[in-house]
Structure formats: C-alpha cells, structure tokens
Nanobody
Framework: QVQLVESGGGLVQPGGSLRLSCAAS????????MGWYRQAPGKQRELVAA???????NYADSVKGRFTISRDNAKTTVTLQINNLEHEDTAVYYC???????????????WGQGTQVTVSS
C-alpha cells in the first residue's frame, strides 16, 4: 500500500506564500493523475488542483492564478505552490492519486495525515 506524507504547511499572513510537498512511497506514482485536496473545518473535502500523467494541470476556480501544482515522477513527489494566500485557504491539505479521471474525488490510496495551512493576520 502506498503511503502519502504531506508537508510544508504553516501559519502565514494573508498575501503570503507556502510550498506544500507530498511524498508517495512505492513505484506506482507515475501512472496516476495526482490531486491536491483540502478540507476546512466543518466543510467537505475539496479538490483544488490536479496534474495528469502528461503534466497537464487543472485548478478549482477559487485558486486559479494563485496555486501551481507540479510533479516529479523520479522523486515520486507532487508539489503545490500557493501564493497570495487568503483566509479562505485555511484548511488541511492532502494529496492523492485520482481514480477514474484526471479531476476526480475518487482516489486510489489511503489518505495521509495532511498538512495544516492557517492564514491569519
């Protein structure tokens, strides 16, 4: 079973930036589209960014222009660069391999612990 370890979160002021990283164990990483999801308190998990096996990216409207997803298949990592952070970005961020399409809430692996992003002045 692949294990996912997210890191890079923290407490930042509005307008700040963070770079989140997700490391996946195992050698199945490169064949799946990958997504970054987030879950704010009291809300459902939300897919915010995705990257397919060819490197094509897609974003939720709420993060377009501020979030950038990338992947390194050799290192089995997927990264989320977050700029111009807003209070509404406060959430726990998770990554996973998507199942069924390159924009999907169906995932292949068990969720990791996630990394907390808190935006506060």
């Amino acid at each position: 079973q692949v294990q996912l370890v997210e890191s890079g979160g923290g407490l930042v002021q509005p307008g700040g930036s963070l770079r989140l990283s997700c490391a996946a164990s195992g050698n199945m990483f490169s064949i799946y589209p990958m997504g970054w999801y987030r879950q704010a308190p009291g809300k459902q998990r939300e897919l915010v960014a995705a990257i397919d096996t060819g490197g094509r990216t897609n974003y939720a409207d709420s993060v377009k222009g501020r979030f950038t997803i990338s992947r390194d298949n050799a290192k089995t990592t997927v990264t989320l660069q977050i700029n111009n952070l807003e209070h509404e970005d406060t959430a726990v961020y998770y990554c996973n391999a998507m199942r069924g399409s390159s924009w999907s809430y169906l995932v292949h692996w068990s969720w990791g612990q996630g990394t907390q992003v808190t935006v506060s002045s």
